[in-house]
């Protein structure tokens, strides 16, 4: 993606409920009700919180610095859920964001922070969370066919009826996980945190 060939937004004329090569900043006004994808673009310092941002597909888009606290990304049934395909969210804000029942598909969050995030029910496909902070994030009947984590702070994170198998968290820490023994089976740890885990096995360690 070219910076340099997007269209500021506040230049474009929206006649349609496709959002293509625009590129937004914390000055720009504009409201997303009508807006059902958006493609080729760029966000900086924007607050969705003033301008809701749900129900939309993403594809080729990078949000950097931008704040989604709140946000629910799939407010449709069960059956229609928002796709997110080729995304990068850069030190974004998440309180409380909620991608429940979302295809996340190459998908990258770096240097996110957040508290109560929800991936219920969420498609991991080829994925990769690098050097965030999450905090009661809850991952339930989620599906991990990629999914990549490294060098961030999962606390009191809660996962039921997801596997973990062969995903590799010794680089993070997974303080306070809550989990049924089936979703961690396979999972790849380190030596502390396998200590740490042995708690949910009922082992005592001497």
């Not at 090569?21 to 009700?33: A, G, L, Q, R, S």
């Not at 990769?128 to 999450?134: N, R």
Request: some cysteine; hydrophobic content about 35%.
């Amino acid at each position: 993606m070219k910076l340099e060939t997007l269209k500021p937004i506040r230049e474009v004329e929206i006649d349609t409920e496709i959002l293509d090569d625009v590129k937004m900043t914390k000055e720009d006004i504009f409201y997303f009700t009508s807006i059902t994808e958006c493609n080729h673009s760029y966000f900086e310092k924007v607050d969705f919180t003033e301008f809701p941002f749900e129900n939309i597909s993403c594809y080729d888009v990078v949000f950097k610095n931008c704040d989604f606290s709140n946000i629910v990304w799939n407010r449709e049934d069960r059956f229609s859920g928002s796709s997110l395909h080729s995304v990068t969210f850069d030190h974004c804000k998440m309180v409380g964001t909620d991608f429940g029942n979302c295809l996340l598909k190459k998908v990258t969050f770096q240097n996110c922070v957040g508290r109560y995030l929800n991936f219920s029910e969420v498609t991991f496909q080829d994925v990769c969370i690098d050097s965030c902070q999450f905090q009661n994030c809850v991952l339930q009947d989620a599906k991990c066919k990629k999914l990549e984590i490294k060098d961030s702070e999962l606390l009191e994170l809660e996962v039921q009826h997801t596997s973990l198998s062969g995903i590799d968290v010794t680089t993070c820490v997974i303080d306070g996980l809550k989990t049924d023994l089936e979703s961690i089976r396979g999972m790849i740890v380190n030596p502390e945190q396998a200590l740490s885990l042995s708690k949910l096995l009922g082992i005592i360690v001497k």
